[in-house]
């Protein structure tokens, strides 16, 4: 048998680091088979992953025609739409991703400009 220790042991950040770390992004995109929309909504959200969110985030690709209960659940009615979970609050894009002006003011990520 094992004892616990009651004893507790704390980390501190270094000054600014909880600041200066950036916030994960929990995206799913919800895509329709091998269409020329999803195949461009998937090569546009991974540019813009590339450039902006670097190992950021967690995404996940979901085929509604594959797995069509997640749509339901989801609430999708129109593919490709990809979901930002998190950060809150929760935002839907819908269409090929192709405005990334748009795309990033709605992620709520600095454009650099």
């Known amino acids: 048998m094992t004892k616990r220790s009651d004893r507790e042991t704390s980390y501190q950040e270094p ?6 770390r950036e916030p994960k992004y929990v995206l ?8 020329r929309k999803s195949i461009l909504a998937i090569r546009n ?4 992953i590339k ?9 996940e690709v979901i085929d509604i025609y594959q797995q069509p209960i997640f749509a339901k659940d989801g609430q999708i009615v129109a593919a490709p739409t990809l979901v930002k979970e998190l950060p809150l ?3 839907r894009f819908i269409g090929d991703l192709s405005n990334t002006e748009r795309l990033l ?9």
């Open 105 to 113: 003011a709605g992620l709520e990520l600095e454009t650099g400009k």
């Open 15 to 20: 000054q600014g680091a909880a600041e200066a």
């Open 89 to 91: 609050p929760l935002r």
């Open 51 to 59: 450039e902006h969110l670097h190992e950021s985030y967690d995404l």
């Open 45 to 48: 959200l991974k540019n813009l």
């Open 28 to 35: 799913r995109l919800y895509v329709a088979g091998q269409s």
